[in-house]
Every structure is written in structure tokens, then in C-alpha cells.
């Protein structure tokens, strides 16, 4: 159990958490006892609170890709609309 480390669950806030292998960049891969997350700790940004809003139709866009420097989102009014954006990091 990693519960000495005092690590958290991003969801539940849980410290009922345990080390559950590696993700192919190495680094530990944790999980939930409470709620099942699996997660892996890091300082990396993430995604934006909010979504942007299609520029042809008007609707919410969804998270479609998330790259090194840049987030990808695409139309939800998809395969009708097929508007993508990219936002950097």
C-alpha cells in the first residue's frame, strides 16, 4: 500500500490508494481502493475547465487528442460537422 506516501485519488480524494504497475514512460501507475481510478501522478498541465465552442456550428467541442504541447478538440456534432481546433499547452 503507498497509504505512508499520503497520496490522493484525483476523484475521491481517497488515501486508500495502491501502486498498480508502470505506464510505458515508466512512471508508477497508482488505483484507487474506493472508487477504481487508475491514475499516475504528475506535474503536467491539465485539460482547460472549459471546452471551446464550434466555430461553424455553435456547439460545445470535445477533447479528441491530447499531445505533448497542443489539446485537439473536435465538433460533439461529429460526423456532421466536422470542425476541429487545437489549443496549446
Known amino acids: 500500500m503507498a ?11 481517497s ?3 495502491y501502486r498498480y504497475g ?14 477504481g ?5 504528475s506535474e503536467k498541465a491539465s485539460p482547460p475547465a472549459s471546452r471551446p465552442v464550434c466555430p461553424s456550428c455553435g456547439a460545445l467541442m470535445h477533447l479528441y ?3 505533448k504541447k497542443v489539446l485537439r478538440f473536435r465538433c460533439s456534432g461529429y460526423p456532421e460537422c466536422r470542425t ?6
Open 37 to 41: 481510478r487508475q491514475f499516475v501522478l
Open 65 to 67: 487528442r491530447h499531445d
Open 3 to 13: 497509504t505512508s506516501d499520503k497520496l490522493k485519488c484525483p476523484v475521491c480524494s
Open 84 to 89: 476541429y481546433t487545437s489549443v496549446p499547452l
Open 22 to 35: 508502470h505506464i510505458h514512460t515508466g512512471k508508477q501507475r497508482l488505483r484507487c481502493v474506493v472508487c
Open 15 to 17: 488515501e486508500a490508494v
